[in-house]
Every structure is written in structure tokens, then in C-alpha cells.
Antibody, heavy 121, light 113 residues
Framework: QAQLVQSGAEVKKPGSSVRVSCKTS????????ITWVRQAPGQGLEWMGR????????DYAQKFQGRVTLSADEVTRTVYMELSSLRSEDTAVYFC??????????????WGQGTKVTVSS | DIVMTQSPDSLAVSLGERATINCKSS????????????LAWYQQKPGQPPKLLIY???TREFGVSDRFRGSGSGTDFTLTISSLQAEDVAVYYC?????????FGQGTKLEIK
């Protein structure tokens, strides 16, 4: 059974960077995409970007272009999300979620537990 | 980006009654080649990650109760929950999976009346 386990909560200073990991188990690592979604306190879901391990170039939402980097390590079956130049508005729970590969397969059927990132001086 | 708009923002329904949530996309999410609408619905309970309920607008995810039904095509979609149960209290989101970024609706909070 597929499972995504994320790294623990982080507290960061404004202007710094954070890296959140998402370790996958079950299923083929290269047959799925991993999407990152964030949720600010009391707010809705926000799609940040998606990576397919076998593809060289992740897909990022324009809003995060230049600040977010997604990467994947096939050996450890782990996907990473790094967000730089942090500001208070980046305080949120960050989720990784598994999706398909191909047209129309962007829905996510397995989710990580979420990682709370707090940006505060 | 495709803008997803849900209505209402919140909804209170009596136990055993039907709940209806609407979702409208700013452009069609229908793939005319395979006639599939790339629209998903999720349920999120407090402190939990979202749970996939419906994909391709009307295909129920494995294990999801048949009280949940998705319908619609093009730009207008509906999630219907028949015979509301206490465990259905949650926030529901639609998401388009047609063009990245795969944007979400703002969410609809469902409560018991």
C-alpha cells in the first residue's frame, strides 16, 4: 500500500529557506508524480508544483517560480520541496501527494501527513 | 490560470438529507478526445490531509461511499452527498486537473443543521 511520510515541523526566519522531504513507499517510484500543495492557517488548498521522477523538469505554479525547487532521489525514493526567501505569508502546512503521469491524471490519491512550516522572526 | 469557484462557501444540512456543492471553472476542463472532464473532488477533515473522493468528474475513488456522487461537464460540476451522515462534516474542494497549475476551488464547509 502506497504511503508518503513527510519530514517534521520547521520554524524558519524570514529570508531563509526550508526543505521538506516526502519519502514514498509502495508502488513504483517512477510511475507516479508527486505534487506539493500548501494550506495557510484557516485557508484553502494551493497547488505549488509537481515533479515526475523520470522527467527532468518539474512544473511550478507561476506564483512560486524562482522560489521553489522540487527534486527527487530515486535511490531513497524521496522527493524534496525547497522554498527560499521565506516570508510570513509562507507559514502553512505543506503536503506532498501522489498523482498519476499523463493527461488528466493530476488528481492525488495518496497524501502525506503534512509538514507545518512557521516563518517568524 | 483556470479559476475554480465553489458555491456555497458554507452549507448546513440536516442528518439524512441531501447536500449539494457546486463548482465552476473559468474555462472548460473537458478533454474532447476522450470525453473526460478533468475535475476531482476532495474531502478534508480538521487536522487531516485531503481525501480523494471523485476524479474525472464522476468516477468514485475506490472505497468511497456511494452516497457521494459527482456530475457535470465542461465548466459546471456538482458534488452530491445523499443522506448526510455525521462523519461527512468536512470542507470539500474541487480541483481541475486539465491545465497546470491544477487549481482548487476555495472550499465549501459542510455542517450539520
Amino acid at each position: 500500500q502506497a504511503q508518503l511520510v513527510q519530514s517534521g515541523a520547521e520554524v524558519k526566519k524570514p529570508g531563509s529557506s526550508v526543505r521538506v522531504s516526502c519519502k514514498t513507499s509502495g508502488g513504483s517510484f517512477t510511475s507516479f508524480s508527486i505534487t506539493w500543495v500548501r494550506q495557510a492557517p484557516g485557508q484553502g488548498l494551493e497547488w505549488m508544483g509537481r515533479i515526475i521522477p523520470t522527467f527532468p523538469t518539474p512544473d511550478y505554479a507561476q506564483k512560486f517560480q524562482g522560489r521553489v525547487t522540487l527534486s527527487a532521489d530515486e535511490v531513497t525514493r524521496t522527493v524534496y520541496m525547497e522554498l527560499s526567501s521565506l516570508r510570513s505569508e509562507d507559514t502553512a502546512v505543506y503536503f506532498c501527494a501522489r498523482g498519476g503521469v499523463g493527461l488528466g491524471l493530476g488528481y492525488m490519491d495518496v497524501w502525506g501527513q503534512g509538514t507545518k512550516v512557521t516563518v517568524s522572526s | 490560470d483556470i479559476v475554480m469557484t465553489q458555491s456555497p462557501d458554507s452549507l448546513a444540512v440536516s442528518l439524512g438529507e441531501r447536500a449539494t456543492i457546486n463548482c465552476k471553472s473559468s474555462q472548460s476542463v473537458l478533454n474532447s478526445f476522450n470525453s473526460r472532464n478533468y475535475l476531482a473532488w476532495y474531502q478534508q477533515k480538521p487536522g487531516q490531509p485531503p481525501k480523494l473522493l471523485i476524479y474525472w468528474a464522476s468516477t468514485r475513488e475506490f472505497g468511497v461511499s456511494d452516497r457521494f456522487r459527482g456530475s457535470g461537464s465542461g465548466t459546471d460540476f456538482t458534488l452530491t452527498i445523499s443522506s448526510l451522515q455525521a462523519e461527512d462534516v468536512a470542507v470539500y474542494y474541487c480541483q481541475q486537473c486539465h491545465i497546470t497549475p491544477h487549481t482548487f476551488g476555495q472550499g465549501t464547509k459542510l455542517e450539520i443543521k
